[in-house]
């Protein structure tokens, strides 16, 4: 019905930066909340960032001045600038979306996730 399609994730050097960019299509009548979850190894998965559907922000105190989320309402397309990358950032990032299909069904999507890695 739904897919989140992810891309921009790769090898970065500390201080560096990336833009990931996530693409819903499908059975889409309006898209909620947009958010960008991450999950390194060993750890629980967490919430990054979250922009809701009149573009206000919320984001994890260590990323904060750092990275940003954007959002096309028209595209229905989310991204996450993240600068100033430091080798904690390293973990796999998931886009994630509350979406109301046609039929009036809101659903809870995850993307498949992209791998991003900071080092020397």
């Known amino acids: 019905q739904v897919q989140l399609v992810e891309s921009g994730g790769g090898l970065v050097q500390p201080g560096g930066s990336l833009r990931l960019s996530c693409a819903a299509s499908?059975?889409?009548?309006?898209?909620?909340?947009m958010d960008w979850y991450r999950q390194a190894p060993g750890k629980q998965r967490e919430l990054v960032a979250r922009?809701?559907?009149?573009?206000?922000?919320t984001y994890e105190d260590s990323v904060k001045g750092r990275f940003a989320i954007s959002r096309d309402n028209a595209k229905n397309t989310v991204n996450l600038q993240m600068n100033s990358l430091k080798p904690e950032d390293t973990a796999v990032y998931y886009c994630?979306?509350?979406?109301?299909?046609?039929?009036?069904?809101?659903?809870?999507?995850w993307g498949q996730g992209t791998q991003v890695t900071v080092s020397s």
């Open positions: 994630h979306a509350d979406i109301t299909t046609v039929a009036r069904v809101t659903l809870s999507n």
């Open positions: 499908g059975s889409i009548f309006r898209i909620n909340s």
């Open positions: 922009i809701y559907s009149g573009g206000s922000t």
